[in-house]
């Protein structure tokens, strides 16, 4: 099979910024597929940006709000387990492994493919914006996920290898997550679910990257390790947000990786090691 890459820029459609800088690193055939957040405030723009540009794209499905002073509306509000009063997300992501009921899930989830489908756009792939859906909160919403991505004919971005635990627990996985891991696969096979094979991110908060050259190489470091198989890098790349920059210190690693992705070193890295750039369009013919 070869090193298939897919470079996914997530959260389309979060700010002004973010559409433009994923409009351009796609123009400029630095990412091969996005991840578009229909509940957010720019998400019109980014789906009039895929209508003009045809850039791949995914349901970025979200249970929950990033931003405690910019709280994004429920798309489905019939007494939602996932909505306070006024209809909106809930921010803490705790509140939702505790409050959050299966039915709501698989309901807002549906209405935010509506949205794209309501669009005239057609997403080639789901995934899930903050893990929520991954298990990691002890909640089985990987399932909800699993019946959508069958039900649609969708990869759903979870990776069969550990690879991504590896990294995060730095070779130290607990036991305890290792088997939930090897579960989750389990019961994608069971479900006729579509998992790619690894994927890749830098995991770690602002305040433990010293500065834009350590990110880089991280990255660097990560492409290199690549085996044959499927996976997606996945970052969160955009311009400087005047309005989220001012909430929380972690846009600047959104702006180190939208550096990252137009910098000369990512694109020998690919070229270096023979890796081939793929979107999820191309996951059934490999």
């Not at 349901?59 to 909505?83: C, E, I, P």
């Not at 004919?153 to 730095?170: C, E, I, N, Q, V």
């Amino acid at each position: 099979m070869g090193k298939k890459l897919i470079v996914n820029a997530d959260d389309f459609g979060i700010c002004p910024e973010t559409n433009k800088a994923v409009a351009e690193l796609y123009a400029a055939g630095r990412i091969t597929s996005t991840s578009l957040l229909v509940s957010s405030e720019a998400s019109g723009e980014a789906i009039d940006i895929i209508k003009q540009t045809n850039i791949p794209f995914g349901v970025h499905l979200t249970l929950n709000s990033d931003f405690k002073d910019y709280l994004w509306g429920a798309l489905y509000k019939q007494n939602s387990s996932l909505a306070d009063e006024g209809g909106n997300l809930f921010y803490d992501t705790s509140v939702i492994a505790k409050k959050a009921k299966g039915k709501d899930v698989t309901k807002e989830c549906e209405a935010q493919i509506a949205v794209c489908r309501e669009a005239g756009i057609t997403p080639d792939h789901l995934d899930n914006h903050s893990g929520t859906m991954y298990g990691i909160n002890m909640r089985l919403f990987f399932i909800n996920a699993f019946r959508l991505s069958k039900k649609y004919a969708l990869p759903f971005r979870f990776p069969k290898r550990p690879t991504f635990l590896d990294g995060y627990f730095k070779g130290n996985t607990p036991a305890v997550i290792k088997a939930l891991h090897k579960g989750i696969v389990i019961c994608s096979k069971i479900m006729g679910a579509t998992l790619i094979d690894d994927m890749i991110s830098n995991p770690y908060p602002i305040k433990d990257i010293p500065g834009y050259k350590a990110l880089e190489a991280y990255y660097l470091n990560a492409i290199t390790s690549i085996k044959d198989g499927v996976t997606e890098l996945f970052l969160h790349p955009s311009y400087d947000s005047p309005k989220y920059a001012a909430t929380t210190p972690e846009w600047k690693k959104r702006q180190y990786e939208l550096e990252f992705l137009f910098s000369p070193a990512f694109e020998n890295r690919i070229r270096d090691e023979g890796i081939e750039l793929i979107s999820y369009k191309d996951i059934k013919s490999h």
